[in-house]
């Protein structure tokens, strides 16, 4: 049914959309097909993954487990929908199912002084909350120090305002295909990212604060 | 340029016209550019982890062989045959599972059923009570059970109480515990033995039961087991010979498992041990509606 890579076949199917390729992979289950798709995702899907769970091993674990569903549920699959949100839409179940199941459910690790729960929801308290400074509360870290900060803050948000950033923002989607993977709407999303945003801005203050005192 | 738009410029959610709107304006407005420069540096320095992930090596081929694995895994169902043969030994049982279950269930059908037309036998009696309590209101006795010529007829009763338009519906007179017979005469078959009264001498033509009397005497019950001349031992027929309705002057209904009401006074003979009428006023018998009794 699936095999390995290395046929001489994939260079061939390249040209072809995502959602041609999977429709014929649905009609033929062929393993040439299958192993496109993987190859075309393996990047992109594996990078959300990590970032999400915030670990390598488990995102791997993931990865597979998405596309053994993507595999078992490609009868579902209809002519013409976009694959990606699809894709991503399994994976993030996926991803949730195995937090889970590892028991993580890092929602409510937030600095103390973070304590609104919906954020900042207003856009303009929001750009003027961003751009008030002009260095920014991080700009006298070093650069690594700040990657670092960078990581362990993102895994600090709620899974939810978590999931819609690493969307947004590392995985450039638009408001519209995270409002399709996350089942929410368009709205829910700008103000999910906005959340986000306001939250990591008052972490790095109050981690400026605490650097300094 | 509203906030919300800048943020998506920022974000890089703005696509097509809109796009191009806000780049033109940006470029011919340093202040919005300027605001826009500094937002986008904001958000590069929350959120650039510079960690340019990789997927491990080999993640594809691992994964397809993942795949393979899983889905050439056979699940217990696959197990099943998917064409079970005919066996008669799943006829038997079947047919032994449904044995028992009827077995289980049809003694409690019966029993219930058989409680049902008790029940429906004791309001019979108490409908027939309420017509012979008008009739003795009007008479001052009971029906008699020989009005004409010199033979009793015990079945009188019913008679009497039809004429006096007291009795309207004969299937009263059926215990529905027993199956109807067809109707003979213009009353049919009664199943309730009756009251026959009493004689003051042996010779004498039964007298009814009287109405002043103060003593509660019964007055019908299920009939017993006879033939033409004599009562058979045991219980009334009517309910399987497990006992017998019986109706009091009272109008109270009771149910006997044994023909001896009060003491070892058997129901359906009297004093003299006799299915005839009693031998003082406050001696009862009940008969048969159809019994041969004969004159004295």
Redesign the interface.
């Known amino acids: ?6 046929s001489e076949a994939v260079e061939d199917l390249i040209p072809i959309s995502d959602e041609d390729l999977f429709s014929r992979y649905r009609d033929s289950a062929s ?1 040439d097909d ?2 496109e798709l ?2 075309r995702y ?2 992109e899907l ?2 959300y993954l ?2 999400y769970l915030g670990n ?1 091993a488990l995102a ?1 674990d993931v ?2 487990n998405t ?2 569903q993507v ?2 549920k490609r009868g579902l699959y209809e002519d013409g929908r976009p694959v990606r949100p699809w894709l991503y839409s399994i994976a993030t179940h996926q991803a949730v199912d195995a937090l889970r199941k590892a028991g993580r459910h890092p929602t409510v690790s937030l600095d103390r002084r973070v304590t609104s729960s919906g954020g900042e929801s207003d ?2 308290s ?3 909350l ?2 008030g400074e ?1 260095s ?1 509360p ?2 006298e870290l070093q ?1 690594q120090e ?2 670092e900060w ?2 362990r803050s ?1 895994e600090k948000l709620p899974e939810t305002l978590r999931q819609t ?1 690493i969307l ?3 995985q ?1 989607m ?2 519209r295909e995270i409002a399709e993977i996350l089942k929410i709407p368009v709205g829910t999303v700008k103000s999910r ?2 959340a986000a ?1 306001a939250k ?2 008052e972490m ?1 203050r109050a981690s400026r604060q605490d650097g300094n005192g | 340029m509203k906030p919300e738009d800048l943020l998506d410029y920022a974000l890089g959610q703005l696509e097509g016209p809109h796009r191009e709107a806000i780049e033109a304006e940006l470029a011919i407005d340093p202040a919005p550019a300027s605001r826009a420069d500094r937002l986008g540096f904001a958000l590069r320095q929350l959120l650039d982890d510079g960690d340019a992930i990789e997927p491990p090596a080999g993640l594809a081929s691992r994964t397809a062989s993942f795949v393979t694995d899983r889905t050439s895994r056979r699940a217990i169902l696959d197990f099943v045959p998917a064409r079970v043969p005919f066996r008669w030994a799943d006829v038997a049982v079947a047919a032994g599972v449904l044995m028992a279950g009827l077995l289980t269930l049809l003694p409690a059908l019966s029993a219930t059923r058989s409680k049902m037309n008790q029940m429906g036998c004791g309001f019979n009696l108490q409908q027939l009570g309420v017509s012979l309590a008008s009739y003795a209101t009007r008479h001052n006795h009971y029906p008699d059970v020989c009005t004409k010529g010199d033979v009793p007829h015990v079945g009188h009763y019913a008679v009497a109480l039809r004429d006096e338009h007291l009795l309207r519906d004969l299937d009263s007179l059926h215990c529905p515990c027993k199956e109807k017979c067809p109707l003979s005469g213009d009353i049919g078959h009664i199943d309730y033995a009756y009251n026959v009264g009493y004689r003051q001498q042996a010779s004498d033509r039964p007298e009814p039961v009287r109405l002043a009397l103060p003593q509660v005497l019964p007055l019908l019950a299920d009939q017993p087991p006879h033939d033409d001349h004599a009562i058979l031992p045991g219980n009334s027929p009517n309910h399987g010979f497990r006992g017998q309705n019986v109706l009091f002057s009272d109008l109270h209904v009771e149910w006997f498992p044994t023909r001896h009401v009060k003491g070892d006074r058997d129901l359906f003979l009297n004093d003299h041990e006799r299915p005839e009428p009693g031998v003082s006023p406050h001696d009862a018998a009940l008969v048969p509606a159809v019994f041969h009794l004969a004159p004295r």
């Open positions: 049914m699936v095999k390995a890579l290395g393993p299958f192993n993987v190859r393996e990047r594996f990078r990590a970032r390598p791997e990865f597979q596309f053994l595999h078992l856009p303009g929001l750009v003027d961003l751009v002009a920014g991080l700009a650069e700040r990657r960078v990581t993102i950033l947004a923002y590392y450039d638009k408001y990212l906005h945003l990591l801005q790095a």
